[in-house]
């Protein structure tokens, strides 16, 4: 008998919650009415290297506040990577994954966001990709926003070198010079982009030497321009979102053939800034700003002018 009772008694408690359930759904659909849910999706080519985690860490962070409510996830491009990743039970997907992971997430505007420092070779691939999974999935998103690299214009580079020189003042005098890494590319626009982040960091200040690790801009062009200047002190720093294997071993290995080992065999004292980017305070704000800014709608036709 007792049972009975409380079975009967539950019955109107439960319809008065699926009420209450579905007026609340129907609230939030109205809510999200206004404006189309908006998702980030991050790009970058991936590290494996656990040290290098806090710079994507930082700018995970910074994504996260200045889009509050909205997804933001993360696709590596590197296939190598991800299966490293993926061995080590930390899979991170590819960018048709983050799409797809987005539009389950009921996104409607998606906003890709570049993590690359500039417009080369891998930036030109992540375009492709977007633009194969938009054609793919034909009226999936409203809108595919892409956003441009770290340094698309001059006062991004201005705004990335106050950064940077903010970061590393503690470890110079007007004696250090700092010696950036960038990365570089043996074919391709990433080149010719460096030369031109070199001419605006050299303007502002002279004591600044750069070379790539796979460009054409090479450490024997760095050396010279060292020697010429007669740099006795440096501090190198990674030109590079985070501080992974090129920083810790190209740059600051203990090899033979790392950037540091072969300046002190010249003479020149060493101190390192191994940091990405991407943890150095005011880079990711850029990112963000590329991220609002964009009205690169690649499921239209470019605007005309
Ligand atoms: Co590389």
Redesign the pocket.
């Known amino acids: 008998m007792p049972r009975i009772l409380s079975h009967v008694g539950l019955r109107p408690l439960l319809f008065v919650l699926l009420l209450l359930a579905a007026l609340a759904v129907h609230g939030t659909s109205h809510a999200t009415d206004a404006a189309p849910k908006e998702g980030i999706l991050l790009v970058a080519f991936g590290t494996s290297v656990p040290e290098a985690q806090p710079a994507f860490k930082a700018v995970d962070a910074e994504f996260k506040k200045a889009f509050p409510g909205s997804p933001v996830v993360w696709a590596y491009t590197s296939q190598i990577i991800r299966k490293k990743l993926a061995e080590q039970g930390h899979p991170v997907g590819g960018i048709s994954d983050g799409m797809a992971q987005l539009a389950k997430d009921g996104v409607k505007v998606v906003r890709v966001q570049s993590l690359h420092v500039l417009a080369g070779e891998e930036f030109t691939a992540l375009e492709r990709a977007v633009l194969l999974d938009v054609s793919k999935n034909p009226g999936r998103f409203e809108a595919v926003f892409m956003g441009r690299p770290l340094l698309e214009s001059k006062p991004d580079a201005q705004e990335l070198l106050a950064a940077i020189l903010a970061d590393t003042k503690g470890q110079r005098n007007k004696n250090t010079a700092l010696v950036l890494m960038g990365?570089g590319q043996s074919h391709g626009r990433a080149d010719l982009a460096f030369e031109g982040v070199r001419s605006v960091f050299k303007t502002a200040d002279k004591n600044i030497h750069m070379a790539t690790?796979?460009g054409a801009r090479s450490f024997e062009d760095l050396l010279k321009e060292l020697k010429a200047a007669k740099v006795k002190h440096v501090v190198i720093a990674p030109l590079m979102l985070v501080a992974g294997d090129?920083a810790r071993n190209d740059l600051a290995g203990d090899e033979d053939d790392s950037w540091a080992t072969q300046l002190k065999k010249a003479g020149i004292k060493v101190d390192t800034h191994i940091k990405g980017l991407g943890e150095t305070p005011g880079t990711a704000a850029i990112l963000v700003r590329h991220a609002k800014e964009s009205t690169d709608d690649l499921t239209k036709e470019p605007k005309k002018p």
């Open positions: 990365h690790v796979e090129h």
